[in-house]
């Protein structure tokens, strides 16, 4: 911009700030005080098929009576009030002006997405009797961004292990139960379900801390692991549960496993922050039988079986039986 307000040079300037304005690739309007147009550059020509011609000093709502209005109109009463700079973002409000969105190959949003912006204008004496209205296309990052939470979502439901303790999550080990129990309707061998559950849980939490809990929780699936044969479904069935499927198993040899993994953590001192510690674990087992209806009546069993562990004084392992 030149400073030496030479008349000729200035008309220059306005010239180009108005070439500018014109190919600005954001909508660009200026309304007054009764919403009235007065400013309408050629991207609000392009996407809303009314000429500036046509749009000068005609009132904003009634040409785009789709306008949110008494909203946008206490939006804009704020601006002219207080003199601030008023944003509207597509994540609250996906468009302000209804465009169709050039994206058509993407097929996602008929609509193009903007964010908004509305500025106080102020006259050389300083009176704010204007708005400027910016209307930028954020239809691409829309559409990004909401790929990117579709994808998140469909990798979180494609995951199978469990953070914590890279054992199987309890969805994938719910498939596996499914598969399990189907597999013995065919060939009918034997198989036990095991849920495991440490003793007390909570006060560990409460007197070491979460993470020292967590740390518990892993150590445990740790152990687990290492006595489970790599056919075996291990999973972290919630919190301080686990579940696991030893495949080709018989109840006497379920006991067998669990007595020994109850012993092992029993026998076992976890370090943390100084301290050591010490937990317990209850054991439920039920051996898949042709009188369980479904997988789902096999894995009651089984809780059933840890829920009498529990009640007769935790730290020990029962097998499901009819009598329970
Ligand atoms: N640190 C940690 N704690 C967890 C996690 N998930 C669940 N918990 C806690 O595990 C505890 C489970 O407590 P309860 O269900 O009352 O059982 P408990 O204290 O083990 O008692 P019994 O099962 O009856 O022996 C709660 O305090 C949960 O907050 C986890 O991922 N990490």
């Not at 020509?45 to 009314?50: A, D, F, L, P, Y």
């Not at 009797?129 to 990052?141: K, M, S």
């Not at 498939?175 to 559950?197: H, P, T, V, W």
Request: proline share 3%; net charge negative; hydrophobic share 35%.
């Amino acid at each position: 911009m030149n400073n030496t307000n030479h008349p000729v040079q200035d008309i220059d300037d306005i010239h180009w700030i108005l070439g500018l304005l014109q190919n600005f690739e954001a909508g660009l309007i200026v309304v007054d005080r009764d919403q009235h147009i007065c400013l309408w550059n050629g991207f609000m020509e392009n996407h809303s098929g009314i000429a500036a011609s046509k749009a000068a000093n005609q009132p904003l709502f009634k040409l785009f009576p789709d306008l949110p209005e008494r909203w946008l109109r206490k939006k804009m009463e704020g601006v002219l009030l207080l003199s601030n700079t008023a944003y509207i973002s597509w994540e609250q409000r996906p468009y302000l002006f209804k465009f169709k969105s050039h994206r058509p190959i993407t097929g996602n949003s008929p609509y193009m997405y903007q964010n908004v912006t509305l500025t106080p204008l102020s006259s050389p004496t300083g009176q704010v009797n204007h708005i400027g209205i910016l209307i930028y296309d954020t239809t691409d990052n829309a559409i990004a961004q909401q790929e990117l939470q579709a994808a998140n979502r469909r990798l979180q439901s494609l995951s199978r292990v469990d953070g914590l303790t890279g054992l199987y999550n309890r969805a994938y080990w719910q498939e596996c139960l499914e598969k399990e129990f189907a597999r013995f309707g065919r060939r009918q061998e034997s198989s036990c379900l095991i849920m495991l559950d440490i003793d007390h849980f909570k006060k560990v939490n409460d007197t070491y801390g979460h993470q020292a809990g967590d740390i518990v929780i892993q150590t445990i699936a740790d152990t687990l692991q290492k006595q489970a044969r790599k056919t075996d479904f291990i999973g972290r069935y919630g919190g301080e549960e686990y579940s696991a499927i030893l495949v080709g198993t018989n109840g006497a040899n379920a006991i067998t496993f669990a007595e020994r993994l109850r012993m092992e953590v029993e026998a076992s001192v976890i370090e943390y922050a100084g301290h050591t510690l010490s937990v317990t674990i209850s054991i439920g087992i039920s051996e898949i039988s042709l009188e369980q209806y479904s997988e789902t009546e096999w894995l009651e069993e089984a809780d059933k079986a840890l829920y009498q562990s529990k009640q007769s004084g935790r730290n020990r392992v029962t097998l499901f039986s009819d009598s329970q």
